[in-house]
């Protein structure tokens, strides 16, 4: 915990000011480089293809989004570590921000040359379902001109939007409720990991 403390000290500030925070290198490196290295053993038979909606409802629409994505779980070395971040962040923000998150789902995303995710919602304002977002990044290397940026929207039009470079080790959170979101197209392959914290739900982290 000592060790993560300065980290999760400045992400509960910023969600509790501004609903949202960015961490250049918040990913620890040796965490960081384990997941790539799982991904890389991964065979992509493996990924599905993406959607939206949930049980009934889901759909696959490569209009919206083009994106592959594996679910994460503690059965590799890799997974177990994650997952075990994420209770110690989650364990932090409750003590500090009082959010009540309970459960937890990751997942791999994958992004081929010439994918993108549309502009969309992780939770609709008063469902109580995902409450607080995350996404961290596993690119070395990344230009500019690679593209793939994460832009949030703030929910105030007098708020410029913010892009975040999918950077190796960039950390991302954010209320789920309050910022709609997007995966500009990007011109490489672009791995990510998305997450959600949810409120009470059956079973726990």
Do not use: C
């Not at 000011?17 to 065979?43: C, E, V, W, Y």
């Not at 989004?65 to 994460?72: A, C, K, N, P």
């Amino acid at each position: 915990m000592t060790e993560n403390q300065p980290l999760f000290e400045r992400l509960a500030h910023n969600i509790s000011a501004h609903g949202f925070s960015i961490h250049p290198n918040g990913l620890p490196k040796d965490l960081g480089n384990m997941l790539r290295n799982q991904f890389r053993q991964t065979s992509t038979s493996k990924f599905r293809k993406a959607g939206t909606g949930r049980h009934g409802d889901f759909k696959v629409n490569a209009t919206i989004r083009r994106d592959e994505i594996l679910w994460i779980d503690d059965t590799s070395e890799a997974g177990a570590a994650w997952l075990m971040w994420m209770a110690a962040m989650r364990d932090f923000l409750n003590q500090r921000l009082f959010l009540g998150l309970s459960s937890f789902e990751s997942h791999f995303a994958h992004y081929r040359k010439g994918d993108f995710y549309r502009k969309h919602e992780d939770a609709f304002r008063g469902e109580g379902n995902r409450i607080l977002s995350v996404v961290t990044y596993l690119n070395a290397d990344w230009l500019a001109t690679d593209g793939g940026e994460l832009v949030l929207f703030p929910q105030s039009k007098e708020e410029l939007a913010i892009k975040v470079e999918p950077k190796l080790g960039t950390f991302v959170a954010f209320l789920s409720e309050e910022f709609p979101h997007e995966v500009l197209t990007t011109h490489r392959d672009r791995l990510s990991i998305a997450g959600w914290f949810r409120l009470n739900t059956a079973v726990p982290l």
